[in-house]
């Protein structure tokens, strides 16, 4: 396995049939999402401690994959979420963006790999939430540990709840549909959240791929999505820092540019992003935007160019009240693929 970054139940019905309180109880009725962008397939969300959501390289990779990438999935434990406790328990998923309506008539399915072997405990799976408020379940019973599996929806493997139905366990995708005969889809998601169980006391990880619904194939983020972030000192006409995240749509995060002191002793918060391009000849990124200087509104232009096996790094700041600085970093490092 190789990764690159850029309640004391009796049965496993019954596990499967508490996952709708489970998941209300670890919040994912009001998860709160990262920025979205309409580009991107997905949105992450996650618990604020002892979750990750984002893009990766990793492999192995599913069987006919065209590409490395995954959506990595990952909870620490957190010991008061234990059974038969659950508080304060992690999730993490991803939104599927550009998908409500109408539901498919092709069932969805996925693929995941598991870190840890043992009863899923209704994770990973593919929520449909209805405009009845309702919603359908897909997922697996159990993991294997270390291979992919495909859990598809043309099985038994769905779980309904709501609608004209209550509940239904181990129903066909058509059945459950009936449940909500007339309803539309208003969102769609695919989320973790089993670290309750004691079977995973040092937590795990899942990667998903392959998510197909409908007419949507998700295997990767948007066209161009790549690294790009970085932090450090730098020694220009004056000694300054900087920190820039922008690769919000591998991880989820506010692409942003700031610094404590541009090198006159200001500084320096983005409030937008106007634009991002990378130069792949000169391994460089340039990010426009605007934000604001000690309380003062300005725009800027942020330069990096990344750091090399032998080289350091440079950046460059110009800003619209006339101030710029530029130089070489003495500390830190700049990522750009």
């Known amino acids: 396995m190789k990764e690159n970054t850029i309640v004391g139940f009796k049965t496993l019905t019954t596990t499967i049939c508490l996952i709708t309180v489970l998941s209300v109880s670890v919040g994912l ?3 709160v999402h990262a920025s979205n962008d309409n580009q991107n397939p997905v949105t992450f969300f996650k618990s604020a401690a002892n979750a990750e959501a984002k893009w990766v390289h990793f492999t192995p ?3 006919g994959d065209p590409d490395t990438w995954s959506i990595k999935l990952l909870l620490d434990p957190v010991a008061s979420c234990f059974q038969p406790m659950y508080v ?3 999730y993490a998923g991803a939104d599927l963006n550009g998908v409500a309506g109408t539901p498919p008539t092709t069932p969805p ?3 995941y790999y598991s870190t840890v072997s043992g009863p899923s405990g209704g994770s990973p799976r593919l929520v449909m939430i209805f405009s009845d408020n309702g919603d359908m379940e897909l997922r697996p019973l159990t993991w294997v540990a270390g291979v992919w599996a495909h859990e598809s929806g043309s099985t038994t493997d769905w779980d309904v709840n709501g609608g004209t139905c209550g509940f239904l366990y181990a129903a066909t995708y058509n059945a459950g549909l009936l449940c909500h005969t007339g309803k539309t889809v208003t969102d769609v998601f695919v989320v973790t959240d089993s670290a309750w169980q004691l ?3 040092n937590g795990y ?6 998510i197909s ?3 949507t194939f998700i295997t990767s983020p948007q066209s161009g999505c790549q690294e790009s972030d970085g932090n450090g000192d730098f020694q220009g006409q004056q000694s300054g820092n900087f920190g820039f995240d922008n690769d919000g749509c591998i991880d989820g995060d506010q692409n942003q540019v700031s610094s404590t002191n541009r090198g006159d002793g200001r500084d320096f918060q983005s409030a937008q992003i106007t634009t991002s391009t990378f130069d792949a000849t000169a391994n460089t990124v340039t990010i426009t935007g605007f934000g604001t200087s000690n309380g003062i ?3 800027f232009v942020f330069v990096a160019l990344e750091t090399g096996p032998t080289t350091p790094g440079w950046v460059s700041f110009a800003f619209s009240d006339g101030y710029t600085n530029a130089g070489t970093l003495v500390n830190g490092n700049i990522l750009l693929h």
Not at 205 to 210: C, K, L, P, Q
């Open 213 to 215: 619904y409908g007419s």
């Open 297 to 299: 509104p300005l725009t």
């Open 205 to 210: 990880t899942h990667y998903i791929d392959d």
């Open 109 to 111: 399915s996925y693929d």
């Open 29 to 31: 009725t009001a998860r």
């Open 88 to 90: 304060n328990c992690p």
């Open 199 to 201: 079977t995973n006391p």
């Open 61 to 63: 990779k599913p069987t």
